[in-house]
């Protein structure tokens, strides 16, 4: 009996350290082991061609289409710079992110993620081009970030590696979230005088076509490029488009037969876009900065930024 109570007292003693040492020393769980990614700029959600995109460790996947094999992949690429982009004393973070989308092409987006008391927030991202070369990124002291890369002329084929160098200022705002592009050197009013197609990159913003407001859903997506020799190049949200353009004093006209790569995007806008385009008879530039292209028969007009 004796010998039965101090088992008893030995064991509860016992039970009473290893309690106490447990204290010191905190259990491994299966779940503490498979921990949740760190809230970091690689692991939140942004909006990439209107569709929300989470990275977990730089990386999102999703069907291309409902039960369809192929894969839209979203990659964190880098360039990244760090600083305040909204004055509020926070280091904030901004990068580059590449997009696959089931076919030859390789998108590259800037994003931006603000670090608000609340979290870490994305942006949306801005399209810089398909298959370009990026080169440096730089955040300025008044929070203007300049993306330096190389692209490929209008007239020259993704066979070609890019050659051509390419700056663009960009200013994220922080209550769209979205990241804008700012006219280098631009103070005040534009001179249209001094303007001309082929100056920049022009991104459209609206069109009035017939009397109906019409506005790009991914507004960022779609852009239009003029070369000097007669060419154009197009981005949508969906293919890459080229053609041939006549421009004599304020008139402009698009060439028949424009050319796209031949991806399938449902709710598509590029149909509206070329068939504006097509309709497009003279040009003219605003003290914005702005590029408008208005349309045969007074029918409407494209404006670009």
């Not at 609340?118 to 990026?134: E, F, H, K, Y």
């Not at 913003?205 to 060419?231: H, I, K, M, Y």
Request: aromatic share 8%; glycine share 10%.
């Amino acid at each position: 009996m004796r010998r039965a109570v101090a088992a008893l007292i030995g064991a509860a003693a016992a039970a009473s350290l290893a309690a106490c040492s447990g204290g010191d020393e905190p259990t491994n769980t299966g779940a503490e082991s498979a921990a949740a990614p760190r809230t970091d700029h690689k692991n939140i959600a942004y909006s990439i061609g209107g569709q929300t995109v989470r990275l977990v460790d730089g990386l999102a996947e999703v069907p291309a289409a409902p039960g369809s094999a192929a894969k839209v992949v979203t990659r964190y690429f880098g360039n990244e710079v760090r600083g305040d982009l909204n004055a509020d004393g926070r280091e904030d973070v901004a990068f580059l992110l590449t997009q696959e989308t089931g076919g030859t092409g390789t998108f590259f987006y800037a994003v931006a993620a603000l670090d608000l008391p609340s979290g870490l927030v994305g942006s949306q991202g801005l399209l810089l081009g398909d298959r370009i070369a990026p080169q440096t990124t730089e955040l300025r002291r008044d929070g203007i970030i300049v993306v330096n890369y190389a692209d490929r002329a209008a007239d020259e084929s993704f066979a070609d590696p890019p050659s051509v160098a390419k700056t663009i200022w960009l200013k994220l705002s922080p209550t769209t979230m979205r990241l804008g592009e700012v006219v280098q050197n631009f103070e005040g009013e534009a001179n249209p005088a001094s303007m001309k197609l082929d100056l920049k990159t022009w991104s459209w913003v609206r069109a009035v076509s017939d009397g109906n407001e019409v506005v790009p859903r991914q507004a960022d997506a779609f852009t239009l490029t003029f070369g000097s020799d007669g060419t154009f190049s197009a981005t949508t949200d969906c293919n890459r488009v080229r053609g041939s353009y006549t421009a004599q004093e304020s008139e402009l006209t698009f060439g028949e037969g424009m050319a796209a790569t031949r991806m399938f995007c449902a709710d598509s806008q590029e149909s509206v876009f070329t068939a504006l385009l097509a309709k497009t008879a003279s040009y003219t530039f605003t003290s914005r900065g702005e590029l408008v292209l208005e349309l045969a028969g007074d029918a409407g007009s494209m404006t670009f930024r």
